[in-house]
Antibody, heavy 127, light 110 residues
Framework: QVHLVQSGGGVVQPGRSLRLSCAVS????????IHWVRQAPGKGLEWVAG????????YYVDIVRGRFTISRDTSKNTLYLQMNSLRAEDTAVYYC????????????????????WGQGTLVTVSS | QSVLTQPPSASGTPGQRVTISCSGS????????VNWYQQLPGAAPKLLIY???QRPSGVPDRFSGSKSGTSASLAINGLQSEDEADYYC???????????FGGGTQLTVL
């Protein structure tokens, strides 16, 4: 059974940092790329970042590039999203999601075909 | 303003066929796979269609997808009350080097 269990959300002041975690089980973590997708309150889905199965490629939406860092720890079967210099507009429910295709060619992740999702974690940026 | 354009709402009666459109450009839909997600209230998104017209196992064949040029569409045949949800299209954008979603379509079953 594939599971993605998220943790690390909460309330944080503008300008501060927060790290989200996504612990996976039920599949070979090192074979799959992972995405982060967020949803602001009452708004639509927004893709935030993605990392290839081997960690060789990282992708970010422009508005978080340079502030957010996606990483993975194969020894812990865990994906992270380090979020620095947080802004009010980063307030959202954040989801991690597994790429459906294992071992993508050349380690690229140029598709948002995500078949399993975490439960979501709320990040609120407010003073 | 989303990169992919969807109608904000759609509706139909039980048993009807409903289609939801998704319009993009050559840098996203025109050159890449389109995926569709269903999001029920308070839940995480669920993959409904991948690679423009493929259904994951467990998704009823009432749901189908198609793509032509820089546009895609999701069709739901035999509409059921449990289909009431938000639907999103998504694709990779080569110019942005990232994924993009449509703004979402709220489907109401009358």
């Amino acid at each position: 059974q594939v599971h993605l269990v998220q943790s690390g959300g909460g309330v944080v002041q503008p300008g501060r940092s927060l790290r989200l975690s996504c612990a996976v089980s039920g599949f070979t973590f090192s074979s799959y790329g992972i995405h982060w997708v967020r949803q602001a309150p009452g708004k639509g889905l927004e893709w935030v970042a993605g990392i290839s199965y081997d960690g060789s490629s990282e992708y970010y939406v422009d508005i978080v590039r340079g502030r957010f860092t996606i990483s993975r720890d194969t020894s812990k079967n865990t994906l992270y999203l380090q979020m620095n210099s947080l802004r009010a507009e980063d307030t959202a429910v954040y989801y991690c999601a597994r790429d459906a295709v294992p071992l993508r060619f050349y380690g690229v992740l140029t598709d948002l075909n995500a078949d399993y999702w975490g439960q979501g974690t709320l990040v609120t940026v407010s003073s | 303003q989303s990169v992919l354009t969807q109608p904000p709402s759609a509706s139909g009666t039980p048993g009807q066929r409903v289609t939801i459109s998704c319009s993009g450009s050559s840098s996203n839909i025109g050159n890449n796979n389109v995926n569709w997600y269903q999001q029920l209230p308070g839940a995480a998104p669920k993959l409904l269609i991948y690679s423009s017209n493929q259904r994951p196992s467990g998704v009823p064949d009432r749901f189908s997808g198609s793509k032509s040029g820089t546009s895609a569409s999701l069709a739901i045949n035999g509409l059921q009350s449990e289909d009431e949800a938000d639907y999103y299209c998504a694709a990779w954008d080569d110019s942005l080097d990232g994924a993009v979603f449509g703004g979402g379509t709220q489907l109401t079953v009358l």
